[in-house]
């Protein structure tokens, strides 16, 4: 009797037990991933549960089942789900952020960058560069090995070394490089297999056909705000000598004051609530992102509050979007577009300075850009002309000497010189932009061309001189001859 009442209580509870769980997985199917994963992989489980996410009950699966049509999708466990939950993921979420994201240069990094060659190719041929198959034909990173390679960072050095073409030399520092930054293209293979993947770059290839990484900024798996504000999320990538926005932003005044007491600053306040009450100084995405102090909506459109292109070889003001053109193909200026990023621009300045501060820092900001324009005409010119002289030659485009300077005028010490103006960077703006600009590279390429045109006119006097040489010793031995045939006759 005993028994048989605890065999009943026995079944009774484990049904509790079960049927409990049954509808906890079925309702919320994070727990049977967390379940597994809280050993396999607790570090993103514990940050998940740090994250606003957790607290409002997205979990897992929510992220990680599979589209339909997604060709990453596999079958995990009994779950269909993906590895790589794209930005198509999170839009039916945050539709805004996703759609300004993708209006952004930063979603077309991989197409404008290292993967242009590919993109090129692919269009040519009529072909879409955003489907799995173009890619599988062509293989995106083996024609930016070799396209790319010959270029940055050989110019010739590896040419010269044998190992331009050598089979055994792989170029990878494409894909650790390059790649890292700006994207790759992820190829969906069987099982959840990934090519091209580990990979967070800005302008990722994703296999379901979309382009970026939120995770770029937001890192998985808190997906934090406050991380996303903070200078060095953007520094990972915008720093080095060809584009050191951090370390022209840890020399300013701004990047000063967040060094100093950024810490005890209010990180965590809801977009558009955020305000200069939070903050004494500005970061990366306070100026260039946030909503900030009510004065202009967030945006995930980072070009929307510029007014130049300061990267290409000539400043102009800002192109048009990918939602108007091929971005990669048609650079069209859209001057309406840029004083409308400048005017935003402003209003983020002004929330803590007043206007004549602001406005007169723009008008000095943009007379280093004309000067610079000025000198890279002149540089363009000189380049032309030993072209055209034919002291240099235009087969690869960057390894002779006027060649280099040229681009490092232009891709390096121009861009520091242009940037450090924007951005409050005075060391960057004068010695490592426009001193190293003008007096190392630009005396360098004006040093070479004189040496090689005084070469050239030394060899024409030469040869002038050795043709005068022969054209006398001929007539010595004409003269000879006619003189030796002359005696030998009488
Ligand atoms: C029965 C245990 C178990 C369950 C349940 C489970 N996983 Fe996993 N998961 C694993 C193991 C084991 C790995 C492999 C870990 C490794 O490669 O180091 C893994 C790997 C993964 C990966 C990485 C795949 C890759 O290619 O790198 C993802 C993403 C993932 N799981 C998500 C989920 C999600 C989402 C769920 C819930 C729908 C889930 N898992 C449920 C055990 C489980
Ligand atoms: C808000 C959406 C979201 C949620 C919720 C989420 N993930 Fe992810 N997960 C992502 C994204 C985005 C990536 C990055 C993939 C990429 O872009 O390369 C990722 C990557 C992964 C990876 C593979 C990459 C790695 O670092 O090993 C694993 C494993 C994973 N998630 C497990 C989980 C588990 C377990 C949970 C629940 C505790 C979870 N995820 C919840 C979005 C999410
Ligand atoms: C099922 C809906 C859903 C999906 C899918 C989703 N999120 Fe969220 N996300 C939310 C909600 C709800 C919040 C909380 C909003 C709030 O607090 O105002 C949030 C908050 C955020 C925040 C702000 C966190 C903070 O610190 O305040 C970020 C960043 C974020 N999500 C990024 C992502 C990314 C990236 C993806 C895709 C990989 C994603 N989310 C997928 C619903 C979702
Ligand atoms: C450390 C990260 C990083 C690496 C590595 C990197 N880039 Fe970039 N790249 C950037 C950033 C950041 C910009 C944006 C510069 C700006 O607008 O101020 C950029 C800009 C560019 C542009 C200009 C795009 C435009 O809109 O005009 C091209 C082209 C480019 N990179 C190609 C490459 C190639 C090719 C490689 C490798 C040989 C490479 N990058 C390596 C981060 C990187
Ligand atoms: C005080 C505000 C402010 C801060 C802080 C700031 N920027 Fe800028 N940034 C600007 C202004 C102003 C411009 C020039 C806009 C224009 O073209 O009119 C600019 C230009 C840029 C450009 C465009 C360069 C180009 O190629 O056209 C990039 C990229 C950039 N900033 C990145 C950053 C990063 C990364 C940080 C942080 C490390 C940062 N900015 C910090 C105000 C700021
Ligand atoms: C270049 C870095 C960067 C990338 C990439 C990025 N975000 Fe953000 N995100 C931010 C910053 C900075 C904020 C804070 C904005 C503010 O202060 O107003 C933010 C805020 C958010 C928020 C909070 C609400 C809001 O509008 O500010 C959500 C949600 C969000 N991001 C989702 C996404 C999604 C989804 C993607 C990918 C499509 C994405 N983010 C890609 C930097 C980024
Ligand atoms: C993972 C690398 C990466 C991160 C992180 C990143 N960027 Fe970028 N950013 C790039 C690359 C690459 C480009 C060049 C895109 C192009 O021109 O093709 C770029 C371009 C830009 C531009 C120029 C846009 C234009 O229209 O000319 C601005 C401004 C910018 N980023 C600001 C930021 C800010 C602010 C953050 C941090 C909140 C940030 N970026 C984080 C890689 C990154
Ligand atoms: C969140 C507030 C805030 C914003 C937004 C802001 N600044 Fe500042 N800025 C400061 C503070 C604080 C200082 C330091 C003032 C001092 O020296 O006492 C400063 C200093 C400066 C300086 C002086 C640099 C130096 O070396 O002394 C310039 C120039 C400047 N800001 C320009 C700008 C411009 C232009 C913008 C907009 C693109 C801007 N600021 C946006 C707070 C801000």
Redesign the pocket.
């Known amino acids: 009797m005993k028994k048989s009442y605890l065999l009943l209580l026995g079944v009774f509870l484990a049904l509790m037990i079960f049927s409990e769980d049954m509808e906890v997985y079925a309702i919320t199917p994070g727990a049977p991933c967390i379940s597994c994963h809280d050993t396999i992989t607790p570090g993103i489980v514990k940050q998940w549960e740090n994250s606003k996410h957790s607290e409002v009950g997205v979990k897992c699966y929510v992220c990680h089942e599979a589209k339909e049509d997604d060709p990453s999708g596999y079958d995990h466990n009994g779950y269909f789900i993906t590895a790589i939950p794209s930005p198509k993921y999170c839009e039916g979420c945050h539709t805004k952020q996703t759609k300004e994201f993708w209006k952004s240069k930063h979603a077309w990094a991989a197409f404008m960058g290292p993967l242009k060659p590919y993109y090129i190719k692919a269009k040519k041929e009529g072909l879409d560069p955003l489907s799995q198959e173009t890619a599988k034909k062509f293989n995106p990173v083996e024609i930016a090995k070799r396209t790319l390679s010959p270029l940055y960072p050989d110019s010739g050095a590896l040419k010269n070394a044998g190992l331009l073409d050598n089979p055994e030399y792989d170029h990878n520092n494409i894909v650790l490089g390059c790649i890292q930054c700006h994207g790759s293209f992820v190829i969906a293979g069987e099982e959840g297999e990934l090519e091209g993947w580990p990979n967070v770059g800005i302008g990722r290839v994703n296999p379901d056909g979309s382009l970026g990484s939120c995770t770029s900024c937001h890192t998985r798996h808190e997906f934090s705000i406050a991380q996303a504000r903070k200078p060095y999320t953007c520094g990972q990538c915008h720093m080095g000598p060809d584009h050191p926005q951090i370390e022209i932003y840890e020399e ?3 990047g000063n ?1 967040y060094e100093s007491s950024g810490d005890n600053w209010n990180w965590n306040v809801p977009p558009g609530q955020w305000g ?1 009450e939070d ?4 970061t990366c995405a ?2 260039h992102m946030s909503g ?1 102090g009510g004065a202009v909506e967030s945006t995930h459109d980072v070009g929307e509050r510029l007014y130049w292109e300061l990267q290409p070889k000539i400043s102009v003001p800002q192109w048009k979007g990918p939602d108007e053109v091929d971005l990669v193909l048609e650079r069209i200026p859209d001057p309406e577009k840029a004083e409308q990023g400048r005017a935003k ?2 209003k ?2 002004k ?3 007043s206007k004549q ?2 406005d007169k ?2 008008i000095e900001f943009d007379r280093v850009v004309n000067d610079y324009n000025k000198v890279f005409f002149y540089v363009d010119d000189l380049l032309q002309e030993a072209y055209q002289e034919g002291l240099i030659s235009a087969d690869n485009p960057i390894d002779e000497i006027p060649e280099v300077m040229h681009y490092y005028i232009w891709h390096h010490d121009g861009r520091r010189w242009r940037m450090g103006a924007s951005m ?1 960077g005075p060391d960057w703006t004068h010695w490592n932009g426009a001193v190293d600009a003008l007096l190392d590279k630009l005396n360098i390429m004006q040093d070479w061309l004189t040496q090689a045109r005084k070469i050239k006119e030394l060899e024409k006097e030469s040869i002038s001189k050795s043709a005068l040489i022969l054209v006398g010793l001929v007539a010595i031995t004409a003269l000879a001859v006619a003189g030796y045939t002359a005696t030998k006759k009488r």
């Open positions: 300013s005044k701004h004051i200069p903050i004494i100084a500005p306070t100026c900030f621009m402003k983020i300045c929330e803590c300075h501060w602001t820092y723009f409050m």
